[in-house]
């Protein structure tokens, strides 16, 4: 299923090249005051065509609200926000109907869909539909005002100097990939739920939703298994549940503990790359060399931190509306 | 919630010194032939006290059912299992009521529940509670009859020669965490759904709820982010979906492509180490030493594989029973 | 939460007055055709403006596909169908914010959302939202070609001739109710769940959804409980479960039974009568006689056979993807 | 599945003949105070063998805590309560196995679990299961200390008379019907939520699992379908939304408005009957004549009350916790 949330219910749709993409959130609280302004850092940010090693495909990317806004507040019914797709080349792809890009989804969305699918530009499976969640991500954050969400790149191509990651890209003629860390501040103690609603089984599922992630972890994560368990337990220093070190980022038997979460995500490189590859031709069925035309990202991890904190704030505000933190009627 | 799956759907309950843990299942299809000594293989791999490094409670974990068998064979009605808690010492957790232990879920429970939670040897966020998870992955294996899941232990205590790492332990008085890998052989292709219940989200979502899990990564993982485009990408060689690499893991787009299905994840060190550590007092609101006097395992990741490998085959029942692939009637 | 199903999945969006009203439905099979003619049928059947008895506003009411369509086939993505509002006249509503009108919900919006509510027309507690349960009900009917749902009016102000019921409501200037019979014939036995998804269960579940729906009753409904069991008992007659009598409507123990499934609705005389009414003007905080201006269904019975047999046909289409039967790729 | 609720969520399971019937409930908050004290006058009003008209199978009814209770005070874990089956008489039915009893769930099981149901005493679609449902209703109730749910029986074999009803019922020696009425007081206003999580929706679907239930009205109902706009609307007489007349049984648009929950539901005859009765032989497939030997209630209606109420308890509950109004942590 396309949605995610118990309380604060997010649902993506749309496909890159069809008319639309977008996201109806249900579970906002009525009285939330927004406007398209709200959106437009977040949106900014997103995008490609600015930095370098992003996709120069361009979208105004304005948010359209089709239902659930008022006078400039949310009703407390489903909100819908859409996203024209106006700048598409869909020939680029309808030539290579048959050949499967590596790394992509095509070959499995044709044999999930049937050949149903819509395969233009990746349609559902499009990075462009994480506007959408970005757009959600406005939303939540909003509804978490005391809380801080703030996603960085650690490293891109293996280097902490990104400029530098990127240049290997541009020297390889190769896309790459790269890590991403989120961290919030601000985060009351015992939020999530024992078991499978524990912290970090909800963001991860939330996360995974998130093209490219290959992997997360929270805290120390993989170096916590070469740790010793002295050195990883953080001593508790006081009633708050204050820890000296982090080592559990902030998440102890999936509860937050009170202090900062943090958490960090792998990103492949771009499976777009200039570079030729071998696929299969599935209407010849022999294999043959392919070079993709379109236009897509060197690296898109770039584009990720908005997009994980937006997932992060979708997930925060479903696991706080659990715990009675999340008022039904805003107020101001 | 304790419970995961959409159709094939799995209750945790029950707490380490309570009268019982269990598990109840719902979705298992009518039919399928089931006894004690489907259990006994997979409930011996993960109990303790036969390796080095394990904890010496031992329990009989007879498995009990309730309701859902009749004549040695599931009625298709709920399934419920029990697994008596009959080799417990209380005594050891009662002392040390206002002294949480670092790196367990002592803290946020009381925060969560206001110090109305079972407190003793963890309580409902004890590992005990994994032979409930095991139990519903002997279930769920025997729905599965055409795939193999495998998980082995990759590294412990930062070694693959898992001795050494456990001498390491031993030789530290200290406890050590570890690497775990799974591998799926037979999974078929188109398995897993776009977006939120991508094979990686809801996989990611169950394997957190075992405890001591910090990360996960599918596939090339980690590394991935350090590779370019054209040498992650896996070259599609026949109709089939049969790639050369499987840097992928087996899923792209969040769908199976037809390959193995890998992932690894990482096990914090046991948090009841041997060593002192420095804890709060939340009686007297002061930090004082403490020492862990329970029984416990030096490597909590060595009893991991046979719970990943229950989690995994819950998972895969779950979205396998999604595409139609779960009759709902068993078949001989 | 404006959602319902489990693996058929349909959302409901919109406010009487706003842009848009529409149906975001999940679970749609691969390759289903699909185009806009499908639904003019039925959404011309729920139009109000034609039969003497139903409101003269009239909406073009045309289909507008923003998402999971692709040469005109479902893509196995999110549909996603809006339907635009023109024809309105907010002034209407405007005027009279501070007087909730008496059997509308006005007020408890205004208690739920706080003042936020869009109560232009009902807002999103509007009957104009059932044309995207109406959209919904379309799709599910192509879902199950081999059954046949079939709603029609059974009374209509207390009178079996409605035409005389629909008379007594314009001789006496008020508004009328009316009784909705809905027969299901073609479904196979054995679906439904035990227990919370009895047959009964979801499809009541559904059906209060509709606006007005006071009551709900299946077979004999209230009159079995002024009969003898012996009389009530429906004899088997063959291995298939064909049955002499059919007072359990097609329904035993919650689960199809393979006879004629038959229930019925009781609609409430719409609440906006041309007759003076008193009620409460939370501004004055008194009293004052109310008359509606707007323009309004005498019987709103009569526009509801054709979202019965589409909420029918949502909970079918759910409930038969749990038993296997409904494809995830359509095979024409 | 045989779950329901959202943030309460309560769990089913169990067969009539097998080891124990019980219920899983998930969602209680941590520190509310129970013992078994709390269950025994819903459980005896549950109990049959003690009125005139209800079955003479005796059983304990004893609760047995399993998971969740410690020091007489809930975890916030999981709930699970077992009740023992003790007082069976498997043989009657055994010997009457290929012989579905007509009014009762034997066919469909068969039909829908292919042989392997349990067939002695119903098994999962017995009226034993719903001591389930008695047990998570008394501790809803108790998570709702200022809300008076009462429900009543209103008429038995069509007479308001009950004794009357019965006697019809013993001269006749056949089972009846009857009716039963639920009123609720003090339930705040704004509870419920917009389309299908109305409040007439999950109380209905939760309605539907009761055995034998064929209909389901709040306010006037069914008669609401033969009133006049009118006369049916409630006039608004305050702030608070107390309205003059209760027609609409406290519910409008699917919200509370503040005023008394008033519904009702039909109870089919006792599907068994002392009277012989025709069904079909599914061994010789021949058609034969069947009488009952079993011990039963000449009428089910006589023991719906408790379990109406435990099951509007349940259900609001969980709306209840929806609306932040149910506490995660008890204050006494």
Redesign the interface.
Known sequence: ????G??F?V?????SH?????V?I??VP??LPLSADDFSVDIERRKGGIQKGTTPRKEDDFPL???????G??????L?I?FENKNTRSGDYEKQRSV?R????D???H????????FRGG???SGR?TVGLVAAGVVAKKMLPSIAINATIL?V??ESDIEKGLQK?ID?K??????VECRVIGLP??VG??????V???L??????I?A???????????????????????????E?K??TNH??GV???????NELVFRI????????P??????N?ET?Q?ETFSVKGRHDLCI?LRVPVVLEAVTAIVLADLLA???A?????KG
Request: proline share 5%.
């Open positions: 299923m396309n949605a995610f118990k309380l219910r649902t993506i749709v749309g496909e069809g008319p639309a993409v977008g109806i249900d579970g009525a009285g609200f089709q239902t659930g806004l008022f006078n507040h949310t009703t407390g019914a489903p819908t859409f499967p590596p790394g992509h989804a070959m499995v969305a044999q999930k869909f049937g050949g149903f699918e819509d349609g559902h499976f539909l490293e191509g293996g890209a390889a190769d896309s790459v990939g790269g890590i103690t015992a739920e024992p078991f499978f609603d524990s970090e089984s909800v991860a599922h939330a996360v995974f939703a093209p992630v290959r992997g997360i972890e929270f805290g120390s994560g993989f170096a916590a298994a070469k740790m010793f368990g002295v050195a990883h337990n953080d001593a508790i220093e006081n009633a549940g820890t000296k559990a980022g102890v038997g999936g509860i937050t503990n009170g792998a990103i492949k490189p771009t499976s777009s790359t570079k030729d590859q071998v696929t299969l599935w069925n294999q991890a659990q715990v009675n999340i008022p039904r009627v805003w």
